[in-house]
């Protein structure tokens, strides 16, 4: 079936909410397509200090929650479902899901990002031992896990992980590449060991285990873990855009036809506040733009 709407939102984190919760206020109801679960990165987070309103911090899942409560009391319409193709065919957006095929005017693109992987060192069979994303290991406990990278990613999902179980973070350089406050918070616990110019080169199964090897200052030490998780940065997810659109993507922008909003476009500026920020932009300029106006009459 043929699902037509005005406006499509692809990405359900902070800034496809934001620009849903704005247009609302204009009496422009989008459709949020969301792959997985609303809020986007934030449902990793241990901590978020620097979200307004918040002066002790906020746990991502408990930010999660309360924008999920938003769009639900917005009556906001959110379809769960995944985005396999993104195209532009006369003068209209047509997009290929899972599930469904959808035809909008107006796209916003809030699709965040994806990790970045590394292949080549580990086996097919091991799949179900890796992450990239912490949320599927926080209910885990008396294991030991590893996490490779030292990032603000790397040493946030340590200290999720580190309440009920061992992590052992390791930086393939010398100097880590977090917030210092995140610094200061890992090296306070026990149960996280922090180890430098450990660059990884093999990953096997031993048993019901890891067998991880690294390369120490040309000198080979074995790991066992129970979990690895990889923290080694993440890209733009935009996989879904197909051929024939790209040639033409800033040209649509121009004339606010599509939106690239939050993570996807922000770069190493990956602060919820900022999506926000890029959310309610897209929503004030999807209603103010002449060609749009028409938008508010249904």
Known sequence: MLINKKVIIIGGGPAGIATAIQLKRYNINALIIEQNQLGGLLKNAYKVENYLGFPNGVSGSELTD?????????????????????????DKFCIQTCKNKLESEIVVIASGTKPKSINNIYDNNIFDRIFYEVYPLRKIKNKTIGIIGAGDAAFDYAMT???????????????????????????KQDNILY???????????????????????????????????????????????????????????????????????????????IATANGIEAGMLISVHPQNLKLKCF
Not at 73 to 86: F, M
Not at 163 to 170: G, R, T
């Open 66 to 90: 309360i924008f999920s409560n938003h769009i639900i009391k917005k009556n906001i319409e959110v379809l769960y479902d995944k985005v396999i193709q993104l195209l532009f065919e006369k």
């Open 161 to 187: 992980l580190s309440e009920k179980n061992k992590v052992i973070i390791f930086n393939r350089g010398e100097n880590e590449k977090c917030l210092p406050v995140l610094f200061k918070l890992a090296e």
């Open 195 to 273: 180890l430098k110019n450990y660059k990884l080169i093999e990953l096997k199964k031993n048993k019901e285990k890891l067998l991880s090897v690294f390369n120490q200052n040309n000198t080979i030490q074995k790991f066992t873990f129970d979990y690895i998780l990889f923290a080694i940065g993440r890209e733009p997810q935009l996989d879904f855009l197909s051929d024939g659109i790209k040639p033409h993507i800033d040209s649509l922008i121009k004339n606010h036809k599509l939106f690239l909003i939050g993570d996807v476009k922000n770069g190493i500026f990956r602060q919820a506040s």
